[in-house]
Structures are given as C-alpha cells and as structure tokens.
Nanobody, 122 residues
Framework: EVQLVESGGGLVQPGGSLRLSCVAS????????MSWVRQVPRKGRERVAV????????QYADSVKGRFTASRDNDKNTLYLQMDSLTPDDSAVYYC???????????????WGQGTQVTVSS
C-alpha cells in the first residue's frame, strides 16, 4: 500500500519560511518522479513543483519560482519542499503526490498524501 505522509505545515508570517516533508512507503521511491500540489478552497489545484526520480531535475510554477525548492533524499524515502519569502497567496493545503509512469513531468498522478495546511498571515 502506497503511503505518503506530509508534515511541516503551519502558520507563518509573510516573508517567512517553512520546510515541508513527505515520507513515502509502499513503493520504490527512488524510481518515482514526485510533485508538490497545492489547493485553495473554491480554487483549482496548482502544481508548484515536480522533481525527477533521481532529484537532478526540477520544475516550478511561475508563482513560486525562485522562492520554493524541491528536493529529495532517496535513502530516506523523503521528499522536501523548502518555501521561502512566503506570501498570503501561498496559503493552501499542500499535497505530496506520486507521479504516474512516463515523463517525469507528467500531470497524471497516481497517489496523494493527506495534505498539510500552510497559512501565511500576520
């Protein structure tokens, strides 16, 4: 059974930083491209970052480029999202997502974590 468990969300002031983590189990983590997807109530989902299976390639949404950094430790089966210079517009539930087969940048997702809430507010 695939499990993706996020942590690290919370309340942070504008301009602050948070680091999200996602511990994966139940599949070969080092062979899977992974994504971070966020969702705001009554708004659509937005993929903020995608990272290749080996971690050597990443891609970011324009809205977070230069502020967010995705990384992974395949020895620890853990995915990370470092979020800096946060703004209220970054407030959302952030999901760790296992990509489907094919291109590492696919938006065909196979499994989702339970999500972690990030709130940016003064």
């Amino acid at each position: 059974e695939v499990q993706l468990v996020e942590s690290g969300g919370g309340l942070v002031q504008p301009g602050g930083s948070l680091r999200l983590s996602c511990v994966a189990s139940g599949f070969n983590f080092s062979s899977a491209a992974m994504s971070w997807v966020r969702q705001v109530p009554r708004k659509g989902r937005e993929r903020v970052a995608v990272i290749s299976s080996g971690g050597g390639a990443q891609q970011y949404a324009d809205s977070v480029k230069g502020r967010f950094t995705a990384s992974r430790d395949n020895d620890k089966n853990t995915l990370y999202l470092q979020m800096d210079s946060l703004t209220p517009d970054d407030s959302a539930v952030y999901y760790c997502v296992k990509n489907g087969p094919g291109s590492w940048r696919t938006t065909d997702y196979e499994d989702w974590g339970q999500g972690t809430q990030v709130t940016v507010s003064s």
